[in-house]
Nanobody, 111 residues
């Protein structure tokens, strides 16, 4: 059984930083790309960043230059470093591995 557990969310002021983590249990972690998505109230879920098996990365235009995705296969973990946070980054952030989703972690950017 595969499980994904996100952590690191919280409340931060505009301009602040947070680092999210997603640990994957079960399965062959290195075999799949990992993705970070987010969903704000009343909005569709959107891809934020992804990192492939070859460590190539892809970002949504709205976060380019501010967010960095990375993975540590030995730790079965993917990270999302978020800098220069804005109010519009407020959302539940979820990780995806293969067809599996985590439960999400809330990020709130507010003064």
């Amino acid at each position: 059984q595969v499980t994904l557990v996100e952590s690191g969310g919280g409340v931060v002021q505009p301009g602040g930083s947070l680092t999210l983590s997603c640990v994957v249990s079960g399965g062959i972690f290195s075999a799949y790309a990992m993705g970070w998505y987010r969903q704000a109230p009343g909005k569709q879920r959107e891809l934020v960043a992804e990192i492939g098996r070859d460590f190539r990365t892809n970002y949504a235009d709205s976060v380019k230059g501010r967010f960095t995705v990375s993975r540590n296969n030995a730790r079965r973990t993917v990270y999302l470093q978020m800098n220069s946070l804005r109010s519009e980054d407020t959302a539940v952030y979820l990780c995806k591995w293969s067809a599996q989703w985590g439960q999400g972690t809330q990020v709130t950017v507010s003064s």
